[in-house]
């Protein structure tokens, strides 16, 4: 095997430890919860980038170099993941074989579909008449509703009640969504 030039033996023995995980939260040795102690999530993170690093294998051979860059795009990708409360919901999810994305299950309870309208609706006739103001009580209207939707998805994940977590999740998709077409609307009036 090629040394690299910090004499770490290379990048198998730099993650000859990594390789064993099956997930992004035990890459980070972190538990699988939705809550997520993100003082440990950046130490951890920080350790494999700085094992990983590009510039540790400087000297070593071209598989090797490709193995550390595929290292650091794994853990880049995993730290992202858990960091965003969303991303990191949906990401368990996955791993219990449910895909919050997939466009064969879109149910979502009527009263939350009455609830998508109203507020596309507000948005469409603010954005009309330029109220900056209406705008924003609707953004304001849609974080709320996204916090109260993250409580609850914390209690169902972490329980275990997948299909609610589910139905919570897609509705956070959709919250996140409009919340960003309102930026983009005040962006644009001001």
Do not use: C
Request: no cysteine; net charge negative; proline share 3%.
């Amino acid at each position: 095997m090629t040394n690299d030039s910090t004499g770490s033996g290379g990048v198998n023995a730099a993650l000859r430890t990594e390789s064993q995980f099956a997930d992004h939260f035990a890459l980070f040795d972190l538990p699988q919860r939705f809550e997520v102690d993100t003082a440990a999530l950046e130490q951890a993170f920080h350790a494999i980038q700085q094992r990983v690093h590009p510039d540790r294998f400087a000297r070593a051979a071209d598989a090797e170099k490709r193995v550390a860059m595929q290292w650091a795009a794994q853990a880049n990708d995993a730290y992202r993941t858990l960091k965003s409360p969303l991303e990191r919901a949906i990401y368990m999810l996955r791993l219990r074989g449910i895909d919050v994305r997939s466009e064969q299950d879109t149910s979502i309870a009527p009263g939350f579909l009455m609830q998508q309208m109203e507020w596309r609706e507000a948005i469409e006739d603010a954005s009309a008449a330029r109220n900056v103001s209406a705008l924003e009580t609707v953004l304001d209207e849609l974080r709320e509703a996204g916090r109260v939707r993250f409580d609850k998805l914390a209690a169902w994940l972490d329980s275990g009640a997948d299909q609610p977590a589910a139905e919570t999740a897609r509705e956070l998709l959709f919250i996140a969504r409009v919340e960003s077409e309102v930026d983009r609307q005040l962006s644009r009036l001001e």
